[in-house]
């Protein structure tokens, strides 16, 4: 195990044995083989010396426990024992040849490691390479490197460097090659088995991790760069100059930055050339552009990168391409397309093939190569009784020379030490030269560690973009496929067509997150085939009257549909084929898109089809989804945060608290951090004191109340409880458990530790979190010990949808009714600030502190409107929520907007984060273009 994890009480009763390789030692060992590779005779001295300096101490240490051997069994005066003397007499003679001996040997070691040490660079750069491989398990399972086969590529990355440049005269330019060709040869191998998505993480952790090497890496600055600001209290903080679009985040994170050696005085230049700092902040890509002022110069690549990672995360991911271009070079932002018959051309028959499975099945791929090799490739999906077969099989393989394709692995995981046994009895027993095994596997946790160490790994992934998946599915037909429809006309084609669409965009449109679906779902082209067939069924069975509806339900709901789990991805996908399956797309200039850009061809041959996508953008803009830019822009963060996330989960522990705190021990650091937790913890709310001022009052909205102060202190107890065992642990007053193990952990890296979300979700930041928290505690305990508030805050609740719910019980027994009768009517304030709002409502209840995603509020026209750009997250006017008894009759023109707890619109099985359906205005559109917008209020962000 790479990283075993003991229980306390077993580490405390076993000694432990770490036979890890550490990093000098390992250092050590890569110079040795590229001295003996270079230097043969250098090192072959080195090896005799150390024997002779060896064999040199041992004679001398023979000399000295012969001497007191004598001198325990010598009798009488010393003086008359002759064999004594004599022993002494010789002892001395060779002691001191020994002596000389040895020291002519350790100068002469002292000449031969300063020779060596001009290969040290080489030493240290792979081990540094090795331990960027092998960190990567965090991000993957299946990312397992052995020691072994990496040697083998330092091995082989020396010889070829000394085949290519034998010319070279200089061991320092020497080793400078040597370190660029194995780095570049070490990405590349890694891209192999890397999914696309950890192809930059690779580049970046590679990078940092040499500069860190070198001395070249602020750690302070790095530690900023991968946790963002961590803002406790803002009391102390500077006033934001301009708010209307200089966001709360930013604004922490420019005071943050000021904090640190080489940005000091960065938030009054900030201040001072606001004008110009908004200019570059507006520009599409701030990463190309020279920063305001002196920044440009003051600072260097890395320290650039915190100011994008700071004012525009979205460009982050560009901005670190950028980054690793300038300091390393463009190889390793570009990793190599997979090359099947390249992979195989380096195989050998002993080691085996692993596809690492990503939706996308290698078969087709792997038998076409089998065919233009000549090879005899037999395959099998592995599952329940087929283990036999497969055993079979590679026996007779390595035997008589065929390609073995085991599909599948994951769902064998019990048989997989077995065939791991099998592997290691074919590999000894000669196998035929034309024989290969290939594997595919999920990835999955409980893999064999050994079989993925000891196999070639090569990750398939689906095609990005809408015309990479046109082109993919458009190559899986003829000609013969198109006509096959007898209608008379071209109606099949280009309803055929719309469903390609269909495919590719609901593929595509997971990239939004989670204004693309609350659920990414794996449609695949079994839903495709399946919907082709019930079209060309529909086309050919009603010639003049189309039934739209019953063709929209087959293919949104009963093909498609058979994967959806949420009601309103659902909608989505019923508002797509509403758009797509209609008469309209039976006519010329049929578009896709509001612009026109993406259309249905008048050529729908399947030669007019291909042409058209031929000449289609890779670059897939929002408009082709129906969304609007800042959908884009989301998930640019998103995704450079989940990056920065993983980047930070590779640092070795210990290393990210010392780096954000200075000086001092890790457990120092992360004590800071639960004292400075502790100082801004409030205290429990006074429940005895708010049940004794309500005594007798028994209406729901009391109920709530008492039951959310409750669960308020015990999440306040909680945690204060668990700051302290954590204290306790850190100074050895008391044994550290997983559970408080897990929480110093999470404080380490600035997250708030799982255990304590159990009162309510969210993806806040620690700092953020707890200030959040305050504010809730606050708001709690105002309501119980002063008085029913004005305006409510729904997000502060821990669970909302028990307030609404309230209001709805209570307007129901002052009103004699039902609660199933009842319903909300949604009336939107004109106004923002509670301080405007004079008393509460006579019923239901005002609401704030609510966020559109995917929209904002037209505060002149009272409906929703298209998002600025940049603004992903507007502030909703306050609503009330009034209960009625009737239902309003909901048109087109009011769009049925979920109201959710948090960013994570899915929630947890426990714990969906669907609150309610609020209706708005739609603002003079269709309710449909909102749906595919992807809005949603929240009741709280991210930070």
């Given at each position: 195990?790479?990283?075993?994890?003991?229980?306390?009480?077993?580490?405390?009763?076993?000694?432990?044995?770490?036979?890890?390789?550490?990093?000098?030692?390992?250092?050590?060992?890569?110079?040795?083989?590229?001295?003996?590779?270079?230097?043969?005779?250098?090192?072959?001295?080195?090896?005799?010396?150390?024997?002779?300096?060896?064999?040199?101490?041992?004679?001398?240490?023979?000399?000295?426990?012969?001497?007191?051997?004598?001198?325990?069994?010598?009798?009488?005066?010393?003086?008359?024992?002759?064999?004594?003397?004599?022993?002494?007499?010789?002892?001395?003679?060779?002691a001191?040849?020994v002596?000389?001996?040895?020291?002519?040997?350790?100068?002469?070691?002292?000449?031969?490691?300063?020779?060596?040490?001009?290969?040290?660079?080489c030493?240290?750069?792979?081990?540094?390479?090795?331990?960027?491989?092998?960190?990567?398990?965090?991000?993957?399972?299946?990312?397992?490197?052995?020691?072994?086969?990496?040697?083998?590529?330092?091995?082989?990355?020396?010889?070829k460097?000394?085949?290519?440049?034998?010319?070279?005269?200089?061991?320092?330019?020497?080793?400078?090659?040597?370190?660029?060709?194995?780095?570049?040869?070490?990405?590349?191998?890694?891209?192999?088995?890397l999914?696309?998505?950890?192809?930059?993480?690779?580049?970046?952790?590679?990078?940092?991790?040499?500069?860190?090497?070198?001395?070249?890496?602020n750690?302070?600055?790095?530690q900023?760069?991968?946790?963002?600001?961590?803002?406790?209290?803002?009391?102390?903080?500077?006033?934001?100059?301009?708010?209307?679009?200089?966001?709360?985040?930013?604004?922490?994170?420019?005071?943050?930055?000021?904090?640190l050696?080489?940005?000091?005085?960065?938030?009054?230049?900030?201040?001072?050339?606001?004008?110009?700092?908004?200019?570059?902040?507006?520009?599409?890509?701030?990463?190309?552009?020279s920063?305001?002022?002196?920044?440009?110069?003051?600072?260097?690549?890395?320290?650039?990168?915190?100011?994008?990672?700071?004012?525009?995360?979205?460009?982050?991911?560009?901005?670190?391409?950028?980054?690793?271009?300038?300091?390393?070079?463009?190889?390793?932002?570009?990793?190599?397309?997979?090359?099947?018959?390249?992979?195989?051309?380096?195989?050998?028959?002993?080691?085996?093939l692993?596809?690492?499975?990503?939706?996308?099945?290698?078969?087709?791929?792997?038998?076409?190569?089998?065919?233009?090799?000549?090879v005899q490739?037999?395959?099998?999906?592995?599952?329940?009784?087929?283990?036999?077969?497969?055993?079979?099989?590679?026996?007779?393989?390595?035997?008589?020379?065929?390609?073995?394709?085991?599909?599948?692995c994951?769902l064998?995981?019990?048989?997989?030490?077995?065939?791991?046994?099998?592997i290691?009895e074919?590999?000894?027993?000669?196998?035929?030269?034309?024989?290969?095994?290939?594997?595919?596997?999920?990835?999955?946790?409980?893999?064999?560690?050994?079989?993925?160490?000891?196999?070639t790994?090569?990750t398939?992934?689906?095609?990005?973009?809408?015309?990479?998946?046109?082109?993919?599915?458009?190559?899986?037909?003829?000609?013969?496929?198109?006509?096959?429809?007898?209608?008379?006309?071209?109606?099949?084609?280009?309803?055929?067509?719309?469903?390609?669409?269909?495919?590719?965009?609901?593929?595509?449109?997971?990239?939004?997150?989670?204004?693309?679906?609350?659920?990414?779902?794996?449609?695949?082209?079994?839903?495709?085939?399946?919907?082709?067939?019930?079209?060309?069924?529909?086309?050919?069975?009603?010639?003049?009257?189309?039934?739209w509806?019953a063709?929209?339900?087959?293919?949104?709901?009963?093909?498609?549909?058979?994967?959806?789990?949420?009601?309103?991805?659902?909608?989505?996908?019923?508002?797509?084929?509403?758009?797509?399956?209609?008469?309209?797309?039976?006519?010329?200039?049929?578009?896709?898109?509001?612009?026109?850009t993406?259309?249905?061809?008048?050529?729908?041959?399947?030669?007019?089809?291909?042409?058209?996508?031929?000449?289609?953008?890779?670059?897939?803009?929002?408009?082709?989804?129906?969304?609007?830019?800042?959908?884009?822009?989301?998930?640019?963060?998103?995704?450079?945060?989940s990056?920065?996330?993983?980047?930070?989960?590779?640092?070795?522990?210990?290393?990210?608290?010392?780096?954000?705190?200075?000086?001092?021990?890790?457990?120092?650091?992360?004590?800071?951090?639960?004292?400075?937790?502790?100082?801004?913890?409030?205290?429990?709310?006074?429940?005895?004191?708010?049940?004794?001022?309500?005594?007798?009052?028994?209406?729901?909205?009391?109920?709530?109340?008492?039951q959310?102060?409750?669960?308020?202190?015990?999440?306040?107890?909680?945690?204060?409880?668990?700051?302290?065992?954590?204290?306790?642990?850190?100074?050895?007053?008391?044994?550290m458990?997983?559970?408080?193990?897990?929480?110093?952990?999470?404080?380490e890296?600035?997250?708030?530790?799982?255990?304590?979300?159990?009162?309510y979700p969210?993806?806040k930041?620690?700092?953020?979190w707890?200030?959040?928290?305050?504010?809730?505690?606050?708001?709690?305990?105002?309501?119980?010990?002063?008085?029913?508030?004005?305006?409510?805050?729904?997000?502060?609740?821990?669970?909302?949808?028990?307030?609404?719910?309230?209001?709805?019980?209570?307007?129901?027994?002052?009103?004699?009714?039902?609660?199933?009768?009842?319903?909300?009517?949604?009336?939107?304030?004109?106004?923002?600030?509670?301080n405007?709002?004079?008393?509460?409502?006579?019923?239901?209840?005002?609401?704030?502190?609510?966020?559109?995603?995917?929209?904002?509020?037209?505060?002149?026209?009272?409906?929703?409107?298209?998002?600025?750009?940049?603004?992903?997250?507007?502030?909703?006017?306050?609503?009330?929520?009034?209960?009625?008894?009737?239902?309003?009759?909901?048109?087109?023109?009011?769009?049925?907007?979920?109201?959710?707890?948090?960013?994570?619109?899915?929630?947890?099985?426990?714990?969906?984060?669907?609150?309610?359906?609020?209706?708005?205005?739609?603002?003079?559109?269709?309710?449909?273009?909102?749906?595919?917008?992807?809005?949603?209020?929240?009741?709280?962000?991210?930070?």
């Open positions: 195990m790479s990283n075993p994890h003991f229980m306390p009480e077993i580490a405390s009763s076993v000694n432990l044995v770490n036979f890890i390789v550490k990093e000098d030692g390992l250092t050590a060992q890569l110079l040795a083989i590229v001295v003996m590779k270079e230097e043969p005779r250098l090192e072959e001295q080195k090896n005799e010396l150390v024997v002779s300096l060896a064999e040199g101490r041992r004679r001398l240490q023979d000399l000295e426990d012969e001497i007191l051997r004598l001198l325990t069994n010598s009798q009488g005066s010393l003086l008359d024992d002759v064999e004594l003397i004599t022993a002494l007499q010789e002892s001395k003679s060779i001191g040849e002596t000389r001996q040895i020291e002519v040997s350790e100068q002469t070691m002292q000449k031969i490691d300063q020779a060596r040490d001009a290969y040290k660079p030493g240290i750069r792979a081990s540094v390479l090795f331990f960027v491989l092998h960190d990567l398990i965090v991000a993957d399972p299946m990312y397992q490197f052995s020691l072994d086969s990496y040697v083998e590529l330092f091995v082989s990355s020396i010889e460097t000394k085949e290519d440049n034998a010319m070279t005269t200089s061991v320092e330019e020497h080793v400078q090659i040597l370190n660029s060709y194995h780095t570049v040869a070490v990405y590349r191998n890694a891209c192999l088995g999914f696309e998505k950890h192809k930059l993480l690779l580049s970046l952790h590679l990078t940092t991790s040499i500069l860190q090497s070198r001395g070249q890496l750690r302070e600055e790095y900023f760069l991968l946790t963002g600001a961590s803002v406790a209290d803002r009391r102390n903080q500077a006033q934001n100059p301009d708010p209307d679009w200089i966001s709360e985040s930013v604004w922490d994170s420019i005071c943050e930055l000021s904090k050696q080489n940005f000091q005085g960065f938030q009054t230049s900030y201040e001072q050339s606001l004008r110009d700092w908004r200019k570059w902040y507006a520009t599409v890509e701030p990463e190309r552009e920063l305001p002022g002196e920044w440009q110069t003051r600072l260097d690549s890395l320290q650039r990168l915190l100011i994008i990672r700071s004012l525009r995360p979205d460009r982050f991911l560009p901005a670190a391409t950028r980054f690793i271009a300038e300091t390393m070079d463009g190889r390793f932002v570009d990793s190599p397309p997979l090359n099947l018959e390249a992979v195989f051309n380096a195989s050998k028959n002993t080691i085996p692993i596809f690492v499975l990503s939706k996308v099945d290698p078969t087709g791929q792997l038998m076409a190569l089998a065919s233009a090799k000549n490739a037999i395959a099998v999906a592995l599952g329940q009784g087929q283990s036999a077969r497969a055993e079979k099989l590679i026996r007779e393989g390595a035997r008589h020379g065929f390609w073995v394709f085991l599909a599948n994951h064998a995981l019990s048989w997989l030490p077995t065939m791991e046994k099998i290691e074919v590999t000894e027993s000669d196998p035929h030269e034309n024989f290969r095994l290939w594997l595919s596997s999920e990835p999955h946790p409980d893999f064999p560690i050994a079989l993925l160490q000891r196999s790994k090569i398939t992934e689906p095609p990005k973009g809408l015309k990479s998946n046109l082109q993919r599915l458009l190559l899986q037909h003829t000609d013969e496929d198109l006509n096959r429809v007898k209608c008379g006309d071209d109606r099949y084609r280009r309803l055929f067509f719309a469903l390609c669409w269909l495919h590719a965009v609901l593929l595509e449109r997971r990239k939004f997150k989670s204004v693309g679906w609350n659920v990414p779902y794996d449609f695949n082209d079994s839903d495709f085939l399946v919907s082709d067939n019930i079209l060309s069924i529909y086309v050919e069975q009603y010639s003049n009257d189309m039934p509806e063709l929209r339900y087959m293919i949104a709901d009963a093909c498609y549909g058979g994967r959806v789990t949420d009601d309103k991805d659902l909608r989505l996908l019923r508002v797509y084929c509403a758009d797509f399956f209609c008469p309209q797309a039976l006519q010329p200039d049929f578009s896709f898109s509001s612009s026109g993406y259309y249905i061809p008048e050529d729908t041959t399947l030669t007019g089809l291909s042409n058209y996508v031929r000449d289609l953008s890779v670059i897939d803009p929002p408009e082709a989804f129906s969304q609007h830019v800042n959908a884009e822009i989301s998930s640019q963060i998103a995704d450079a945060e990056l920065l996330s993983t980047l930070l989960l590779l640092q070795p522990p210990g290393t990210t608290v010392q780096s954000a705190g200075g000086a001092g021990k890790p457990e120092d650091q992360v004590y800071r951090i639960c004292e400075t937790v502790e100082q801004e913890w409030p205290a429990d709310i006074d429940y005895p004191l708010i049940v004794a001022r309500g005594e007798g009052d028994v209406s729901p909205l009391r109920v709530v109340l008492l959310e102060v409750q669960r308020f202190n015990r999440l306040l107890q909680f945690v204060r409880e668990s700051l302290g065992s954590l204290k306790k642990g850190l100074v050895g007053l008391a044994v458990s997983d559970e408080v193990e897990l929480v110093m952990q999470a404080l890296k600035s997250k708030v530790p799982e255990a304590w979300k159990f009162a969210s993806v930041s620690l700092s953020s707890v200030l959040d928290l305050k504010e809730r505690v606050e708001f709690m305990s105002k309501w119980g010990l002063e008085r029913i508030p004005k305006v409510f805050w729904l997000g502060g609740f821990t669970y909302p949808s028990g307030f609404l719910t309230a209001l709805l019980q209570q307007f129901a027994r002052r009103n004699t009714l039902s609660i199933d009768t009842l319903n909300f009517d949604f009336l939107v304030q004109t106004t923002g600030d509670e405007q709002i004079a008393q509460p409502p006579k019923e239901g209840a005002y609401i704030k502190k609510m966020y559109l995603e995917g929209a904002s509020w037209n505060w002149e026209s009272h409906c929703l409107r298209d998002s600025e750009p940049m603004k992903l997250i507007t502030d909703m006017p306050i609503i009330h929520f009034k209960p009625v008894a009737r239902r309003r009759a909901t048109t087109e023109t009011t769009y049925m907007c979920p109201l959710y707890m948090y960013p994570i619109r899915t929630g947890t099985r426990e714990r969906p984060s669907l609150v309610t359906i609020v209706e708005l205005k739609s603002g003079g559109v269709d309710s449909s273009f909102w749906v595919k917008r992807g809005t949603a209020l929240l009741l709280s962000k991210s930070d």
